[in-house]
């Protein structure tokens, strides 16, 4: 309790507060601007965090974060282009009410929701996280190598249909991961006498590379061909029908989303999907799906934002980022000096509940500025992509530029970008990737310190419960595409057979 | 477009490759498991080759299949966009430090916005060039304390 007051103390100074309705601004715009996800945002505004004591710095990215959440469904209702992966069911049913005339009515709606799912998930991370975290602290090396190998292929293992890309994009992130002086024994690995290489690849100006150079030169494809629709607002608040009929899929979505959000791998974009289709199946008139039902926008809506928020409990109380979003956060924590993981609840308690209780802070100011700033929003819109990409570009060399005070480092964002560009032609998921630079130092780190312990023999690795319990849920996670796969196919016969009889 | 659907694999499998390769030359460490440092970097690296092997006879299966985005990139300016990009990013990693952060952020922006936005709207890139230039200066070297050349 002394903990919980002691961050709502930190989030109340006026700084604080200011930092969490700039940063939900912030994450607003570059959320609503088609193409760029939450996970770009995070990337592009990272550099604003320099310089800033690490409690307000976490504030900020978490702003930017759930901020981009809601700012993703902004274009998908007035577009039809989602932001990222999780404001895609947005467009089910947001597009089609904008296209009614609805479009205020439709961005109110998923405002709300998305603050009702965004503070019914806050409650959730209050109960759940510490005692992850204490559960955390049984964890040693190897349980931590087989979480993280866990996390991969449940991240990879969601590429249904590419896995082997996945695969490919984890290993390539992995063996980045490995260039550099190794820690254990200093030894030079894939250096090429490069000294600029001897301290590694930083995984910023990766994750800069691919999310928001890379981004930019994908949608340079579409550059000259995109014509912007100007869309009328109309009044921006929902009836006490749509309200009524909003309600209760909210509140159902909200812990779905939630639980959905804390596993590794599972994020916004399942977490939206599963609560539509799941309201799909519930409503008494499922037929109005896809036509503008306005509980078909406000469930998934209050999904994602609750994703959301879970993925922050395995980030901050094991270290685990379950997305690439996270993963980028984790990569920024990391720089300022913080090491998310079981011990900074004991640490570090302000900053933790300062997080915490700044979510509260942030969706109140989120909504407010989503229905009252609605037409500064729309405006934004009308941004020229022509002027907004190089902008990006821009800031992206600036970020790289503070984080390493080194021109050469530039050269690797464009090659990175470029990797980035071509991946995402060819269908390859970029969250692998991402994500195994990340971790994959520790992982290797904590798969020779198990080896260490046990003389080399891998038993160890199946020497406890939680071990085997990780491998086995690595191993479903493998086979769950494949099952998923058999069940479509199998569904399918099943429905010729039944048409042929 | 052939070409790059073959050739994404075959990218794939060369830097696989690589690492297998400069894999086996790296110094046995002092301290500790002499091959401690290797195991990892080969492992992932025959992980890799296997997959992207496994990658490009998926994609010579479906070598005739038409995937519309390679097609894209190949049409209009597009590929022209990305080369003027990452040659001015080049040059802007050359004049950066000896011109100083406005100088060469207002030369390469203005350039870049000049080449994407086009001539005919000059006022507009003109007004962004020098106000977005000014407005980083100002928050990234005043407001956050970055030091800025």
């Not at chain 1, 981009?68 to 089609?96: C, V």
């Not at chain 1, 195994?436 to 020497?463: C, K, P, Y």
Request: aromatic share 12%; charged share 10%; glycine share 10%.
């Amino acid at each position: 309790m002394d903990a919980f007051l002691q961050g709502f103390q930190i989030v109340l100074q006026p700084m604080n507060i200011f930092w969490v309705v700039i940063g939900g601004f912030l994450g607003t715009i570059v959320g609503m601007l088609p193409g760029l996800g939450p996970a770009t945002a995070v990337a592009v505004l990272i550099p604003i965090t320099f310089g800033m004591d690490p409690t307000s710095a976490i504030i900020l990215m978490a702003a930017i974060y759930y901020g981009a959440m809601y700012g993703g469904s902004r274009s998908s209702i007035l577009l039809n282009t989602p932001g990222d992966g999780s404001a895609i069911a947005a467009t089910f049913d947001g597009y089609p009410m904008a296209q009614k005339g609805q479009a205020g009515e439709a961005m109110a709606i998923s405002a709300v929701a998305s603050f009702i799912g965004g503070v019914l998930a806050v409650f959730g991370f209050i109960f759940l996280a510490k005692p992850l975290a204490n559960f955390a602290l049984k964890f040693g090396p190897s349980e931590y190598f087989l979480l993280m190998l866990l996390t991969l292929s449940a991240i990879v293992s969601l590429s249904i249909g590419k896995m082997v890309k996945g695969f490919i994009a984890m290993a390539l992130g992995l063996l980045i991961s490995t260039i550099g002086i190794d820690p254990q024994t200093g030894v030079h690995r894939f250096t090429m006498d490069i000294p600029h290489l001897s301290e590694g690849i930083e995984f910023l100006i990766v994750i800069i590379g691919v999310y928001a150079v890379g981004e930019v030169f994908y949608n340079f494809l579409t550059i000259d061909k995109v014509k912007k629709e100007k869309k009328k607002v109309g009044r921006i608040w929902f009836t006490k029908e749509q309200w009524k009929r909003s309600k209760w899929p909210i509140l159902r979505s909200a812990p779905l989303g939630f639980i959905v959000g804390v596993l590794p791998g599972a994020g916004g974009s399942i977490a939206s999907m599963m609560s539509y289709s799941s309201e799909k199946q519930l409503s008494k008139k499922p037929e109005e799906f896809g036509e503008g039902a306005v509980e078909g926008l406000a469930a998934p809506e209050s999904s994602n934002n609750a994703a959301s928020v879970g993925a922050m409990i395995p980030l901050l109380t094991m270290g685990i980022p379950g997305s690439g979003t996270t993963a980028v956060m984790l990569g920024a924590l990391i720089m300022l000096g913080v090491r998310p993981g079981p011990l900074l609840f004991e640490n570090d308690p302000g900053m933790v509940w300062a997080l915490i209780n700044s979510m509260f802070i942030g969706n109140i100011a989120l909504v407010i500025i989503n229905i009252l700033l609605v037409g500064l929003l729309v405006k934004i819109l009308d941004t020229p992509a022509k002027v907004l990409y190089p902008l990006i570009i821009m800031l992206a060399f600036i970020g790289t530029y503070t984080l390493s005070y080194s021109t050469v480092d530039y050269f690797l964002l464009l090659l990175f970008g470029v990797i980035g560009l071509f991946m995402k032609i060819m269908d390859f998921p970029i969250a692998p990737l991402v994500l195994a630079i990340i971790v994959g130092g520790d992982m290797e780190q904590n798969f020779r310190m198990a080896l260490t312990s046990s003389n080399g023999s891998l038993s160890i690795f199946f020497s406890s419960g939680i071990s085997i319990t990780l491998i086995v849920l690595t191993v479903l996670s493998l086979f769950y595409p494949i099952v998923i796969n058999k069940f479509k196919k199998k569904s399918r016969n099943d429905d010729k057979e039944a048409i042929s009889a | 477009m052939k070409a790059v659907k073959i050739g994404m694999p075959l990218f794939m499998i060369i830097i696989a490759s690589v690492f297998l390769i400069s894999s086996f030359a790296i110094p046995k460490a002092n301290l500790g498991n002499p091959n401690g440092p290797l195991y990892f970097p080969i492992g992932l690296s025959i992980f890799m080759l296997v997959l992207s092997i496994i990658y490009l006879f998926n994609e010579l299966k479906t070598l005739h299949e038409h995937n519309g985005k390679i097609q894209v990139l190949f049409e209009g300016r597009t590929l022209k966009l990305i080369a003027v990009t990452i040659a001015l990013g080049v040059i802007y990693a050359f004049i950066f430090e000896p011109f100083g952060f406005l100088i060469s952020t207002i030369i390469f922006l203005g350039c870049l916005l000049f080449y994407v936005n086009g001539w005919k709207k000059w006022k507009v890139n003109i007004i962004v060039t020098v106000s977005f230039s000014f407005i980083t200066w100002y928050g990234f070297s005043e407001l956050l304390g970055v030091s800025l050349p």
